[in-house]
């Protein structure tokens, strides 16, 4: 099987995983406006994607990544992510006051992003000390993460009663710091337990 051909039969499988999730996230969603919000980042995410396939593909892992990604957040558009099954039962199971779903999602918030921030910083040669380019990574991170608050808050302002299933607060009066907290440990751990993977497929993509 030549390179071409094997590229071409893993972005296949790619896109399959991700369609096939999407058609099932989309077919009857707790919420409508929660699933247009929820799984609109992956599909804007795809768009990019697909653009910038061939000016600058992303290594195998990142596309890995990238689409266990946007499977959460498929997961919780269907769902909305303060009523997940699996996590309503887990949580009767340890005695959790809430549906904790929302944190996974925010792990990969801050996971996902400080893998791609990372990829972009070494391959365009941006930042080459360490040390520099993980607090700037980590720094990038934590500002998504509160964008990504600030857009919560102007389409709870926006949409207005309407909006709780979106925002997923479940009462919790730390939320917000809360989920920017799980954003910054996913950076952590990704920049900690993915270095060397991440470096090795880098490598031959370096000019």
């Not at 994607?49 to 499977?71: D, E, G, N, Q, V």
């Not at 996974?104 to 391959?123: C, D, N, S, T, Y």
């Not at 608050?149 to 709780?164: P, S």
Request: with cysteine; glycine share 6%.
């Amino acid at each position: 099987m030549t390179q071409l051909n094997l590229v071409t039969n893993k972005s296949f499988l790619w896109l399959s995983i991700f369609f096939a999730v999407l058609i099932w996230s989309g077919i009857e969603p707790k919420d409508r406006l929660t699933w247009v919000l929820e799984a609109g980042p992956a599909m804007i995410g795809l768009l990019v994607m697909a653009k910038t396939r061939i000016s600058f593909p992303l290594t195998p892992l990142l596309y890995f990544w990238i689409l266990l990604h946007c499977i959460v957040l498929m997961v919780g558009a269907k769902y909305t992510y303060a009523e997940v099954p699996l996590f309503n039962s887990i949580s009767e199971t340890y005695g959790w006051e809430r549906n904790n779903y929302d944190k996974v999602g925010h792990f990969m918030q801050g996971f996902v992003p400080a893998l791609l921030a990372r990829e972009i910083l070494v391959r365009k040669q941006i930042v080459n000390f360490a040390g520099w380019r993980n607090f700037i990574i980590l720094s990038i991170c934590l500002a998504f993460s509160a964008f990504y608050e600030l857009i919560e808050w102007w389409a709870a302002l926006l949409i207005g009663e309407d909006a709780e299933a979106f925002l997923g607060t479940q009462g919790y009066v730390w939320d917000t710091q809360s989920d920017m907290a799980w954003a910054l440990l996913g950076a952590l751990v990704c920049l900690i337990a993915l270095k060397k993977s991440h470096d090795l497929q880098i490598k031959p993509l370096l000019k």
